[in-house]
């Protein structure tokens, strides 16, 4: 038998017990797997989202005609019935102004209606703006193809010049192309405080 064929008998053995070993050693080395590993979701939060379709973390984003910005999500959201519109918990959204000034709101809860491009906020509802002022709601309607919103009751609020109550508050540009005006009428109450003005 010459060198050539005692090399090919020879590799025939080594090469398949090689193979063996590595095998051997990929299953001695590997941790043991964890099968029964329980997932982020209890069964009662997979059967309410499949009954109710329900959706995490909600977020719509888009800009108004004039380029402004306009950003409204929630923690969850469920798509509605033929009687009810589609709710969302935790509502926020935030217009971003044209001249850097920023609108945001906070909801307990609210819908969007993005086939009629309104968004209406419910609940404890906060409105802040960049230049100071906050106001409380119970309830806010806005539109999202553009800074626009009102609130058809009461509301209470604090602002550069002082606190401040009124019947009813809608915001948005008084004409096409316009800087957005905050308006409060229907009997505007003001306790007017000189240090806070000053500031």
């Known amino acids: 038998m010459d060198r050539y064929s005692r090399m090919v008998q020879f590799l025939k053995v080594l090469l398949p017990l090689a193979a063996i070993l590595l095998l051997s050693t990929v299953f001695l080395l590997s941790r043991s797997i964890e099968t029964n590993v329980s997932g982020p979701f209890t069964q009662q939060d997979i059967d309410e989202r499949l009954e109710g379709q329900l959706v995490t973390r909600p977020n719509y984003r888009g800009t108004t005609r004039k380029g402004e910005d306009v950003q409204v999500e929630a923690v969850r959201a469920s798509q509605g019935t033929a009687d009810s519109d589609p709710r969302a918990t935790e509502f926020r959204g935030r217009f971003g102004l044209l001249n850097g000034g920023v609108i945001t709101l906070d909801s307990n809860s609210g819908s969007i209606r993005p086939d009629k491009a309104t968004a209406t906020f419910t609940g404890d509802v906060v409105i802040t703006t960049t230049d100071g002022i906050r106001v409380t709601t119970d ?61």
Do not use: C, W
């Not at 508050?169 to 905050?182: D, N, Q, R, S």
């Open 139 to 199: 309830l806010l309607n806005t539109s999202l193809d553009e800074i626009r919103g009102d609130t058809p009751g009461q509301v209470q609020g604090t602002g550069p010049i002082g606190n401040f109550s009124a019947g009813r508050m809608t915001f948005g540009a008084e004409k096409e192309g316009g800087p957005v005006h905050i308006l409060f009428t229907d009997g505007v109450k003001l306790l007017y405080e000189p240090k806070k003005a000053e500031r």
